[in-house]
């Protein structure tokens, strides 16, 4: 007898984590006073999350979206000049600050945590500049303590909430092993990656570093969790102008190892907040421009924009006519059938075919009948997978919609 062929188990990745929805989320997270409700109102290009000199001074989140600048988009707007033009745009959530003791339910903790459990992404905002008029929680600024007691407070939230998971999990012993062999087996697993996931969190480290140690089973199981250790991050370091401008701070350095030792592969973007702000309260573009161009540096804000969408693992297909451009947004993976139904659940159900331009081949050759001349002008079926700038045209069947 043959022996039996291999099955090859999928690679684990970190755009596993997670589950998605079409309305993700970022939130800002950090201690009180760091900037995080400076920040919001400047990716926010408005004024609506209250800042002052206190700690605690967010206590409901706030939501905005922050629009996504896309040169994609814009040469699409140009070529068609269309009636209408949509942005892509990511949710971006201010959440209170966080001080030592959360997870017990000190400060504003419970409420911290809830709100961090909501969102699908992290953005740490980190302080790294003194100024003895602007209060710190805990006197002096030292950014890799802060986020020190940040991480450490998310993880023994996390281990609290898995503890009660295996308490709750173990009272169905006898009814998963009086049920079948197969419940058994899977309570069986469940109960293995509980004790996996609280062990892991007991050695000080994040589920979401934990990728080379997670089967796909126990990252489907992780999935239904929703820990809050397991949300990709990214670290906004908020510097004053001069550190700002002449890229240089004592406390970058410090910053980068700790971030290398303990989220590697994160991405790091310093800022200041009061000049981002100073810059978004200037009348024009051309103010803005003007006042960059004189300190030598670029926003911070459209890179940041852009790491947080992607961070959670999202992707941008555009439509694109004289009527409208429109850059619509879908998970990293998503198939064409997928993709269609963002746009309108009848076109998923009723899915035909998508017809697919690579924006660098459209941009390259300059219109859509070139491309169709040029040969790569594609007609795809159910399996496609979407990639980042395709502009696609969906066929569909209306009548299977129904």
């Avoid at 609290?160 to 899977?186: C, D, I, N, Q, W």
């Avoid at 996931?197 to 000080?204: A, M, N, P, R």
């Avoid at 702000?277 to 300190?295: A, G, I, V």
């Avoid at 899915?351 to 050759?365: C, G, P, R, S």
Wanted: with cysteine; aromatic share 10%.
């Amino acid at each position: 007898m043959p022996p039996k062929k291999k099955v090859e188990e999928e690679a684990v990745g970190p755009w596993m984590l997670g589950r998605w929805s079409r309305a993700l989320k970022v939130g800002l997270v950090g201690m009180p006073n760091v900037g995080k409700s400076t920040l919001y109102n400047t990716l926010s290009k408005s004024h609506h999350s209250k800042t002052a000199n206190v700690p605690f001074c967010t206590i409901d989140p706030t939501e905005t979206r922050a629009f996504l600048e896309d040169d994609r988009f814009d040469w699409l707007v140009a070529q068609h000049k269309p009636k209408s033009e949509v942005k892509a745009y990511v949710t971006v959530v201010d959440i209170a600050g966080l001080i030592s003791g959360a997870h017990k339910g000190e400060g504003l903790g419970n409420a911290f945590l809830s709100h961090i459990q909501s969102v699908d992404g992290i953005v740490h905002v980190m302080r790294a500049f003194e100024d003895d008029d602007v209060i710190h929680a805990e006197d002096t600024v030292d950014p890799v303590r802060d986020i020190n007691t940040i991480c450490s407070e998310l993880r023994l939230k996390d281990i609290s909430y898995m503890k009660g998971k295996v308490e709750f999990h173990k009272k169905g012993h006898a009814a998963a092993r009086t049920k079948s062999p197969a419940h058994l087996k899977k309570w069986e697993e469940e109960l293995e990656t509980m004790e996996k996931v609280i062990s892991w969190l007991e050695d000080g480290k994040d589920v979401k570093n934990g990728l080379d140690k997670w089967s796909t089973k126990d990252i489907e199981f992780i999935n239904d969790y929703g820990l809050l250790t397991a949300k990709p991050c990214m670290y906004a370091i908020n510097m004053n102008k001069k550190d700002f401008c002449r890229k240089k701070n004592k406390f970058l350095k410090p910053i980068y190892d700790w971030v290398q030792a303990n989220s590697p592969g994160s991405a790091m973007i310093p800022y200041c907040g009061a000049y981002e702000e100073e810059l978004q309260d200037m009348e024009t573009e051309e103010e803005r421009q003007k006042q960059l161009t004189e300190d030598g540096v670029t926003s911070a804000m459209p890179k940041m924009i852009t790491t947080a969408f992607h961070m959670v693992h999202l992707i941008n297909f555009f439509t694109a006519g004289p009527d409208e451009v429109k850059a619509w947004t879908v998970r990293k993976g998503y198939k064409a059938p997928q993709a269609a139904g963002v746009i309108h659940t009848d076109f998923e159900k009723g899915f035909i075919m998508a017809e697919v331009m690579a924006y660098t081949d459209l941009k390259e050759l300059g219109s859509e009948a070139a491309v169709k001349a040029g040969g790569k002008y594609r007609q795809e079926g159910k399996l496609y997978e979407v990639q980042d700038g395709d502009v696609i045209f969906f066929k569909f069947n209306l009548g299977k919609g129904k």
